[in-house]
């Protein structure tokens, strides 16, 4: 297979993400979003350790697996807090520091 | 070499399949489910690239962890009913922006690499990894596992109910 097949499929993954983080308005979906862009950049790094033969890739692939696992956990809890205190999930009826 | 191939293209279909599934459902399960069915083809895609313990890490962390933690989230905070938060009125221009990220990168993509073909020929042997993370890349992984124990505590300072 060509490199740029793998490449291609990182591209799509993370423009569906950035369409995501741009139209969702529930704040888990917005998360999961998130979480394509972050795996599309992880795609990335595993082909490039092959192309190039280096561990290296693989290893800061396993620093963001433990850093996405991080965000996860804060992000949903700041979505129940939100839940919690206004009854919605909306990301857009977040207004609160809006001048 | 041909199962290879095959293998590639299923996993590689099945991923951007799932991908656009979970931006485009009205569903926040079904989104939560086909995020799962994504991750999961990567998992195969990386083993496939000879990373196989970063696949195996991949389907613990991700789809045990962290779909599951999203499925919680969904059910902790179901909406009351009325009208269901989906998308926002930004669809049209979200659309263009998307496609125009996708069409620059696969530009770039293509003139860096075009027909130049990848070979899986290295498996990545998890004791190497392990090796390298426990003396080069020591540091990291100290500060990853401070990080982790942070992000815990803010987790429970922003949950807890007081």
């Not at chain 1, 529930?26 to 990335?44: D, K, P, Q, R």
């Not at chain 2, 009205?26 to 690239?49: D, S, T």
């Not at chain 2, 075009?114 to 990894?129: C, I, Q």
Request: aromatic share 8%.
């Amino acid at each position: 297979m060509p490199v740029a097949a793998p490449l291609l499929l990182s591209a799509l993954m993370f423009a569906a993400g950035v369409y995501g983080v741009l139209v969702r308005r529930h704040g888990v979906m917005l998360l999961m979003s998130v979480e394509l862009m972050i795996n599309a950049a992880n795609i990335n790094l595993i082909t490039f350790s092959q192309l190039l033969r280096d561990p290296v890739g693989n290893i800061v692939v396993l620093f963001i697996l433990a850093v996405t696992a991080a965000e996860v956990g804060i992000g949903i809890a700041i979505v129940m807090m939100l839940y919690r205190q206004r009854s919605t999930v909306a990301v857009d009826d977040l207004q609160l520091m809006k001048w | 070499m041909i199962v290879r191939q095959i293998a590639f293209w299923v996993l590689a279909g099945l991923s951007a399949i799932s991908a656009l599934f979970v931006v485009l459902t009205r569903n926040v399960v079904h989104a939560a489910l086909g995020l799962a069915a994504a991750l999961v083809a990567a998992a195969g895609l990386f083993i496939l690239f000879g990373a196989e313990f970063v696949g195996l890490a991949q389907i613990l962390i991700y789809v045990g962890a962290v779909v599951i933690l999203f499925l919680f989230g969904i059910m902790l905070t179901s909406t009351a009913p009325g009208r269901p938060v989906v998308d926002n009125q930004q669809k049209g221009m979200a659309f263009l922006v998307a496609v125009g990220v996708f069409v620059v990168l696969a530009i770039g993509i293509v003139a860096a690499y075009g027909r130049r073909p990848l070979r899986l020929e290295v498996a990545f042997a998890t004791s190497g990894l392990g090796n390298a993370l426990f003396t080069r890349w020591i540091l990291p992984f100290e500060a990853v596992s401070v990080l982790l124990l942070a992000a815990l505590v803010g987790a429970i300072v922003l949950a807890r109910k007081d």
